[in-house]
């Protein structure tokens, strides 16, 4: 563990599980344990895993201007949120390009949480309150953990009244095992998941209880490396791990447009008042590269780095892959040059593998996105 200064309450039962606590975001996070990432994905996408999460970054943002302050920081309308209510959003800096994503909780009339990952949202949210009425409170006390999968709502539904009744991106403040927490319909996962919110004493014996009480659903612990499968098949990016500030241009800043990573939805329909926005709008139609799938002829998983190349030429690189021993595919996430962003582009690969492939619209697993979103 190098360089953490946020500490996990679960850093021990992370360390019995096999874990050496590796930096994540300033925090020991379990991103291996013994047992096999294989397993912890099957568990994921066949009955459900647990994993703590608690290495994203949760800021509270009170007072009278924490609307309007967070409708500039964020690219969504966040006049639309209601207490109980969420959104994914994404923040850009004045040249209009991707700075850090996170989800934005209403949690009261002048109250948000905002949870973000590695990206500089929170300085861009301390920096936007200076002389404004709004506090802004980095909550380490609260931890994240995220049972995800398609018996999540079975098992909770045994111990959370009206559980199935919370919509995508909706939350509760409730009681599971008599302690309080907040439960969010979210997740980083493209399975239908939860995320319980709790304070750091408590995170130990919810982690526990879920595990005992959860086995008979097939609910097993889940290492955060697992997260990567997950996301490659759903379409889940992870700054900066697919960002230019990892695959960095020639005489260029880091920096991507929503454009290229393919997250202009983010941007509220008609909303033009945000960091950022004119240049956003500015730079529709030049994008330098696309995000896009590729599927590999190969029984085993490409590598980050990897190249692609197509007539000699070099067209992406590979940032994220995976093997699926559930649908025997070998697939990844990639940034390619635009000719190449369309299904079916024929592809050879450098690297950990050298074998063929080609480019595939992503998400790869449930594109419709009806198991997240399912209602029951």
Known sequence: MVNSWRISALAERHRALGSKLEDWNGMGTAWTYASDLADHHEAIRTKAGLMDVSGLKKVHYVGPHAESLLDWATTRDI????????????????????????????TGPNAFMVVHGAGTGYERLVRSAQGRQVAVLFDDDLHDLSLQGPAAVDFL??????????????????????????ISRTGYTGE?????????ADAPLIWDTILEKGAPFGI?????TALDWLRVES??????????????FANEKAGD?????GLDFTVSPGKTAFCGAGEHARLAGKERFRIYG???DAA???????????????VGVVTCAMYSRITKRSLAIARLDVVAAQPGFALEVRGSLATTARAASLPFDDPEKSKRTAIG
């Not at 239908?192 to 750091?200: H, L, V």
């Not at 097993?220 to 955060?224: D, E, N, R, S």
């Not at 085993?300 to 070099?314: F, I, V, Y």
């Open 192 to 200: 239908r998941g939860y995320e319980i919110f709790c304070k750091a």
């Open 220 to 224: 097993v612990p889940c290492a955060f």
């Open 79 to 106: 006049g639309k949120l209601y207490p109980g209510k969420s959104v994914y959003a994404t923040m850009l800096n004045e040249d209009g390009k991707f700075i850090d994503d996170c989800i934005v909780y209403r």
């Open 157 to 182: 539904a045994e111990h959370v009244h009206g559980i199935r009744d919370l919509p995508y991106f909706h939350h509760v403040q409730t009681r599971l095992f008599g302690r309080p927490v907040t």
């Open 294 to 296: 590729v599927q590999f």
């Open 235 to 248: 379409y889940l990016l992870f700054f900066p791990y697919d960002n230019s500030e990892m695959y960095p």
């Open 300 to 314: 085993k998983a490409a590598q980050a780095g990897d190249t692609l190349w197509h007539a000699g030429d070099q």
């Open 257 to 261: 447009t929503l454009w290229e990573l």
